[in-house]
């Protein structure tokens, strides 16, 4: 059974820095793309950040690039979002996706991220 757990969100003024954490099992997790989403209050899903599975690489949309960096550490199955620079409009329920941009099949129940002005 595939698992994605988040973790490390919460509260965080304008400015300050997060980083999100997802724990994920049952899948060989070096094998897949992984890609982090976010739902902000009232609105639908938005694609943030990909990495690719094996060959180093990742992309981020237009809103984040420069602020938000995606990482992974196949040895310990998990996938990062180190977030800085996080503006008000960052706020979202953020969610870890095994595959690639739109492209995912499972992800997880997600964690809060607030940044207040």
């Known amino acids: 059974e595939v698992q994605l757990v988040e973790s490390g969100g919460g509260l965080v003024q304008a400015g300050g820095s997060v980083r999100l954490s997802c724990a994920a099992s049952g899948f060989t997790f070096s094998s897949y793309p992984m890609s982090w989403v976010r739902r902000a209050p009232g609105k639908g899903l938005e694609w943030v950040s990909s990495i690719w599975s094996r060959v180093s690489g990742s992309t981020h949309a237009n809103s984040v690039k420069g602020r938000f960096t995606i990482s992974r550490d196949n040895a310990k199955n998990t996938l990062y979002l180190q977030m800085n620079s996080l503006k008000p409009e960052d706020t979202a329920v953020y969610y870890c996706?095994?595959?690639?941009?739109?492209?995912?099949?499972?992800w997880g129940q997600g964690t809060q991220v607030t940044v207040s002005s």
């Open positions: 996706a095994k595959g690639f941009a739109n492209d995912y099949d499972y």
